[in-house]
């Protein structure tokens, strides 16, 4: 998520990882194959971890590798240098954090209304 905040795409937070990959296909096109296919790793990591090994961990990194080869596709370029010194995948944590814990404590308020 991290390497398409910089890239400027958040999608919502409500979505699971295969509806990140097809949103994020509509706007890249082809350069989303990796997001794709670390749907699948994802969602085996969040609701079955003891299935992932090690091999699957080398794995989810290769596609990292490979989707920021395809954002950035030249060796060395001012958009790859902006990403590594871009707040935006900072901020974005600690605002879903934040939206998080509000909706925790609108939760909390109506429960013992």
Same mark, same amino acid.
């Given at each position: ?14 979505? %699971? ?16 194959? =990796? ?8 969602? %085996?990591?969040?609701?079955? =971890? ?22 950035? =596709? ?12 871009? =707040? ?26």
């Amino acid at each position: 998520m991290d390497r398409l905040t910089e890239r400027g795409i958040s999608p919502p937070v409500s979505l %699971t990882f295969h509806e990140v990959a097809g949103h994020v296909r509509t706007i890249l096109g082809e350069a989303a194959n =990796p997001v794709e296919a670390a749907a699948e790793l994802a969602t %085996t990591a969040i609701y079955a =971890p003891e299935r992932i090994d090690q091999a699957a961990a080398d794995q989810a990194w290769e596609l990292v590798a490979q989707l920021g080869t395809a954002l950035y =596709p030249g060796r060395v370029s001012a958009a790859r240098l902006r990403a590594l010194f871009d =707040p935006r995948p900072l901020w974005t944590t600690w605002s879903v954090a934040r939206q998080r814990r509000h909706a925790g404590e609108r939760l909390e308020v109506g429960r013992y209304r």
